[in-house]
């Protein structure tokens, strides 16, 4: 198993892989009309795929254990690193939106897998991906700096995710004839073995 600081170099490079897949993708076509933003599925799609190439086994919308009805977007397990990251995306359009990221963010910490048929590698290092498009230049600043952040209760558990984060970016994905767009990424140490 490589070490957290080894892991967490290979999940932020198969971010970044994903979200530049996503960026040219926007290119070849904008699956989309007017002014609506792609759905929040491409987000962790791309970065998934990444993930996939890199040794992850990807599954989405991921069942909680106990809950029939819960689920989160994405986990991708890598057996032999003895890694789960559990990936939730968002698009970030207004401030309800990001309230409820961050909501998503208080359930990660009490996220557990469901294994009832093969049971998972232990001990499993557990990751958070939060991912959001935005198109707001003040929103993006706020998410890579979270200290500059507004105190505004929309913000205030993803303001607690991004100051806990160990990874935090925002991939530039603006087409040359379209207005400012950014994916906006954090990777966070969960407590091992949910």
Same mark, same amino acid.
Request: proline residues 5%; charged residues 20%.
């Given at each position: 198993?490589?070490?957290?600081?080894?892991?967490?170099?290979?999940?932020?490079?198969?971010?970044?892989?994903?979200?530049?897949?996503?960026?040219?993708?926007?290119?070849?076509?904008?699956?989309?009309?007017?002014?609506?933003d792609f759905s929040e599925d491409n987000l962790?799609?791309?970065?998934?795929?990444?993930?996939?190439?890199?040794?992850?086994?990807?599954?989405?919308?991921? *069942?909680? /254990?106990?809950?029939?009805?819960?689920?989160?977007? !994405? &986990?991708?397990?890598?057996?032999?690193?003895?890694?789960?990251?559990?990936?939730?995306?968002?698009?970030?359009?207004?401030?309800?939106?990001?309230?409820?990221?961050?909501?998503?963010?208080?359930?990660?910490?009490?996220?557990?897998?469901?294994?009832?048929?093969?049971?998972?590698?232990?001990?499993l290092a557990c990751y958070a991906l939060l991912?959001?498009?935005?198109?707001?230049?003040?929103?993006?600043?706020?998410?890579?700096?979270?200290?500059?952040?507004?105190?505004?209760?929309?913000?205030?558990?993803? *303001?607690? /995710?991004?100051?806990?984060?160990?990874?935090?970016? !925002? &991939?530039?994905?603006?087409r040359p004839d379209w207005q400012p767009h950014?994916?906006?990424?954090?990777?966070?140490?969960?407590?091992?073995?949910?």
């Amino acid at each position: 198993m490589p070490t957290n600081t080894l892991l967490e170099n290979t999940i932020d490079l198969c971010i970044q892989s994903g979200l530049n897949s996503l960026k040219r993708a926007k290119f070849a076509w904008w699956p989309t009309e007017g002014q609506s933003d792609f759905s929040e599925d491409n987000l962790w799609f791309h970065v998934g795929w990444a993930l996939q190439n890199a040794g992850f086994h990807v599954y989405p919308k991921a *069942q909680v /254990a106990g809950s029939v009805k819960q689920h989160v977007d !994405a &986990v991708a397990i890598h057996r032999e690193y003895r890694c789960a990251l559990v990936i939730e995306a968002k698009r970030l359009y207004s401030s309800e939106k990001f309230k409820s990221l961050g909501n998503d963010w208080l359930r990660l910490q009490q996220f557990k897998l469901p294994c009832q048929w093969l049971s998972l590698p232990r001990p499993l290092a557990c990751y958070a991906l939060l991912c959001g498009s935005c198109w707001n230049a003040e929103h993006v600043q706020w998410w890579i700096d979270p200290s500059r952040c507004c105190k505004s209760d929309s913000w205030l558990h993803m *303001q607690s /995710a991004l100051e806990s984060a160990t990874r935090i970016g !925002a &991939v530039d994905v603006q087409r040359p004839d379209w207005q400012p767009h950014w994916i906006c990424y954090s990777l966070s140490k969960l407590p091992d073995d949910q």
